[in-house]
């Protein structure tokens, strides 16, 4: 599985970028897809994920009401719209997918248990 994320730019503070995590086993619901971000010299943090076979998502705190992650079935894409940037939103941007069972509110945020990831799409918000 072979997961190309790409959208990432540079925008000042207040502005929006939409970030795209394409595969082709996204055509169904099978995987559970999220989005995570690592800031130099920090941990990889989760942002947002849509669970499997749901139309359910969560989301960091930090992001909640500012970003929104969807799915487009017809594309084999997730889609995370982030709006309102701030300078603080500046990281490596990373998608992530797993198709087991084990993800739920209490573990989707754990970056360990994703079998496959993305290259890394860096977002920069300048103040």
């Known amino acids: 599985v072979q997961l190309q994320a790409s959208g990432g730019g540079e925008v000042q503070a207040g502005g929006s970028l939409r970030l795209s995590c394409a595969a082709s086993?996204?055509?169904?619901?099978?995987?559970?897809v999220a989005w995570f971000r690592q800031a130099p010299g920090k941990e990889r943090d989760f942002v947002a994920a849509?669970?499997?076979?749901?139309?359910?998502?969560h989301y960091a705190d930090s992001v909640k009401g500012r970003f929104t992650i969807s799915r487009d079935r017809a594309k084999n894409t997730v889609y995370l719209e982030m709006n309102s940037l701030a300078p603080d939103d500046t990281a490596v941007y990373y998608c992530?997918?797993?198709?087991?069972?084990?993800?739920?509110?209490?573990?989707?945020?754990?970056?360990?248990?994703?079998?496959?990831w993305g290259q890394g799409t860096q977002v920069t918000v300048s103040s």
């Open positions: 849509a669970f499997r076979w749901s139309s359910s998502t």
């Open positions: 086993v996204f055509a169904g619901s099978r995987y559970t």
């Open positions: 992530a997918a797993d198709n087991g069972g084990r993800m739920i509110l209490s573990s989707v945020r754990n970056p360990s248990l994703y079998s496959y």
